[in-house]
Nanobody, 123 residues
Framework: QVQLVESGGGLVQAGGSLRLSCAAS????????MGWFRQAPGKVREFVAA????????FYADSVKGRFAISRDNAKNTVYLQMNSLKPEDTAVYYC????????????????WGQGTQVTVSS
């Protein structure tokens, strides 16, 4: 298990872009598939995007396809989420986590979550 710290969130106008980073500590980072999740106030946490260990396979929620792009740099122990064409409904706290595949798609491998990074999109 690795320690994860999200950053890069902020306030942006609709149509703008943000790039989130998830910095990991631990020597086994490159062995994990990684994912991004988000949670808006009063809403359940939802899956956003995932990437396998070497970046060859990527998965996205339908709501962000064509707008968001997940990537990783194992040499830097970091996973990224490039968010373009942001909409007010993208407003949420964004979290990264190690993931595994389930019948319904990627799910968190571990039960714990970090602090996340706040993304606020104004209309």
């Amino acid at each position: 298990q690795v320690q994860l710290v999200e950053s890069g969130g902020g306030l942006v106008q609709a149509g703008g872009s943000l790039r989130l980073s998830c910095a990991a500590s631990g020597r086994t980072f490159s062995t994990y598939a990684m994912g991004w999740f988000r949670q808006a106030p009063g809403k359940v946490r939802e899956f956003v995007a995932a990437i396998n260990w070497n970046g060859s396979n990527k998965f996205y929620a339908d709501s962000v396809k064509g707008r968001f792009a997940i990537s990783r740099d194992n040499a830097k122990n970091t996973v990224y989420l490039q968010m373009n064409s942001l909409k007010p409904e993208d407003t949420a706290v964004y979290y990264c986590a190690a993931v595994e595949m389930s019948a319904t798609g990627p799910r968190p491998l571990f039960a714990s979550w970090g602090q996340g990074t706040q993304v606020t999109v104004s209309s």
